[in-house]
Each structure stands twice: as structure tokens, then as C-alpha cells.
């Protein structure tokens, strides 16, 4: 939208070839950005433009009409606020700009902002958008845009946990204590290095023989056979 804006200068003739060369300004991408603002309330506020065009305020019907509205210097509807006097506050967020929450281009802004931010919090996205914007149901918005983003699917993905499978029938016949089998398997030495020193390991595994009496007779049974 700045590129268009800087060539409707060019043709008119208030752009000069030798600016061409320094690309965009500062003043081509606040053209556009109120360009984009106006283009999208324009198409869902139509009767509040004509209203606040002609001198007169909106209708009570209206949904801005608690927010007290009116058109600044660039024709873009804002919001009527009392703290119009307050010292080193900027004129965005006094008058914060009003953007349909339904409309493509507040939905791009929205997205633009939870990038801008690194896909922060709602909370912390919803209020950079306050400071320059009123956007109505704008967590609902913000929500949207979180779930709709592929970072943050990724980032937030949980696996999924593998199902169990179910267990054995040694380990669910009922009246044998646990333990009644128990099988040791000695294994060593093996040399472990303990600070400076090699010293001798060995290893001594404890089984229980539920399992392993099901493997030996399975084992016997297909030796038999054969």
C-alpha cells in the first residue's frame, strides 16, 4: 500500500524522480496504514462516516455511539476520550483508532502484532492492540489468531501417550504371592572408573520366575516337537 501511495505521488507530480531513489519514507507507511484504516471502517461503518461527515453525531442504534467517535485531520474515525489534556501520552492512545473486529484487515493487524511480539500471551498482545486501537470483542480476536498460528500449534503440542497393552496372564492368576519365583542372574566382573582408581564391578539381577516359567515351558514344548 506504500509502493501505491508513492506512485499515485509520481503521477501526480508532487513526487520528484531523484526521492524514488531513497525508497520508502516514514510518511508512506503512515499513508497507508491510514489508507488500510479507512478502507476497512468505511465498509462496515457507512452510516457513522456519513454521519460524523455531515457534523452531526451517530445514531443511537449505532454500536459506536457510547464511544463517543469522531473524525480526525485523515477522515479515520477515533475514539472520544477525557484524557485529550494529559501530558506525554501519544495522540494513538488518547484517541485510539476503532477497527471492525470482523473485518480481514483488523484480523491481519491482530496477526501482525502476536508475530511482532513473538507469539506472546493474549493478555500481552491485547494490550499493545489497546494502545493504538479499539477493536470490540478483541480477546475473542486475539484467541483466533493464537489458535489459526502454526508456531504456536507446534510450540504448544502435546504428544500423545501411547495406549498400554493389556498385562500377561502370570501376572493376573490370582493366589501366588509375589516373589514365590525368583530367579538370579550374576553378571561380572566388569571394570568401572571411580575418580582415579579402576575398580570391579559385578552385577546381580533379581527375576521373577512367573515369566521366565512360561518362556521355559514354551521353549521346552517346541524342543519336544522338533
Not at 65 to 94: C, H, Q, W
Not at 139 to 165: E, F, S, T, Y
Amino acid at each position: 500500500m506504500a509502493y501505491v501511495h508513492r506512485e499515485v505521488k509520481t503521477f501526480k507530480g508532487i513526487l520528484r524522480e531523484e526521492n524514488l531513489q531513497h525508497g520508502l519514507s516514514q510518511d508512506d507507511f503512515a499513508k497507508a496504514e491510514q489508507a488500510l484504516w479507512r478502507q476497512a471502517q468505511s465498509q462496515v461503518y457507512r452510516k457513522e462516516i456519513h454521519d460524523l461527515s455531515n457534523g452531526s453525531s451517530v445514531d443511537r442504534s449505532s454500536s459506536l455511539y457510547s464511544l463517543v467517535p469522531f473524525m480526525d485531520e485523515f477522515e479515520v474515525i477515533r475514539v472520544g476520550s477525557r484524557i485529550g489534556n494529559a501530558p506525554n501520552i501519544p495522540y494513538a492512545t488518547k484517541y485510539p483508532v476503532v477497527m471492525p473486529r470482523d473485518h480481514h484487515i483488523t484480523l491481519l493487524m491482530v496477526h501482525s502484532f502476536h508475530q511482532r511480539f513473538l507469539h506472546a500471551n493474549g493478555e500481552s498482545v491485547c494490550n499493545e492492540l489497546q494502545q493504538q486501537f479499539y477493536i470490540p470483542k478483541l480477546r475473542v480476536l486475539v484467541r483466533k489468531v493464537d489458535r489459526n498460528c502454526q508456531h504456536c500449534k507446534i510450540k504448544k503440542a502435546v504428544p500423545k501417550a501411547p495406549q498400554m497393552g493389556p498385562l500377561p496372564r502370570v501376572r493376573l492368576t490370582p493366589f501366588i504371592r509375589p516373589f514365590t519365583y525368583v530367579g538370579v542372574d550374576c553378571m561380572g566382573p566388569f571394570e568401572v572408573k571411580v575418580g582415579r582408581s579402576v575398580v570391579k564391578r559385578w552385577i546381580c539381577l533379581f527375576t521373577c520366575l512367573k515369566v521366565r516359567a512360561v518362556h521355559l515351558e514354551l521353549a521346552h514344548s517346541l524342543s519336544s516337537t522338533a
